[in-house]
């Protein structure tokens, strides 16, 4: 968790980011390594963006693996997830993993910089690495 300083040199919350170890070491020992990635609007009095990581189980079905609560959906937002998701997964090399997205604001710049030397594809609409 990490909290800034707004204009008013109060501490304030400003993103947070959540992996169990449990569902880490589920998806390291049974699932595929395809990981869907997401962003969606935070209604509410605080607002933000929550960002998801959600792997397929071995039963087809979704497998919740990470979320995080940032203030925007940046470049620098979805880097920050990507970094610590890439080391509780312990990726090692950028190309045992498939990622499913919809190309949200600040994803793709973030893939090129967490994943760099990776051929980004794009498929009807969706990016694959």
């Known amino acids: 968790?990490?909290?800034g300083k707004d204009g008013t040199g109060q501490r304030k919350?400003?993103?947070?980011y959540v992996c169990f170890d449990a569902l880490r070491r589920s998806f390291l020992s049974s699932c595929r390594p395809v990981i869907?990635?997401?962003?969606?609007?935070?209604?509410g009095p605080y607002g933000g963006v929550l960002l998801t990581a959600v792997p397929i189980d071995p039963n087809n079905d979704y497998y919740p693996l990470a979320y995080d609560v940032v203030a925007g959906e940046t470049r620098k937002a979805w880097s920050w997830f990507l970094e610590l998701l890439k080391g509780?997964?312990?990726i090692m090399r950028d190309d045992t993993y498939?990622?499913?997205s919809d190309k949200?604001?600040?994803l793709i710049p973030a893939f090129e910089c967490v994943f760099f030397g990776q051929t980004i594809d794009y498929v009807e609409g969706t990016c694959i690495t």
Do not use: A, E, P
């Not at 869907?36 to 209604?43: A, E, F, M, P, W």
């Open 1 to 3: 968790m990490n909290n």
């Open 88 to 90: 509780d997964v312990h």
């Open 36 to 43: 869907g990635v997401d962003g969606c609007r935070l209604k």
């Open 104 to 106: 949200q604001k600040g």
């Open 98 to 100: 498939t990622f499913i």
């Open 13 to 16: 919350f400003s993103k947070f």
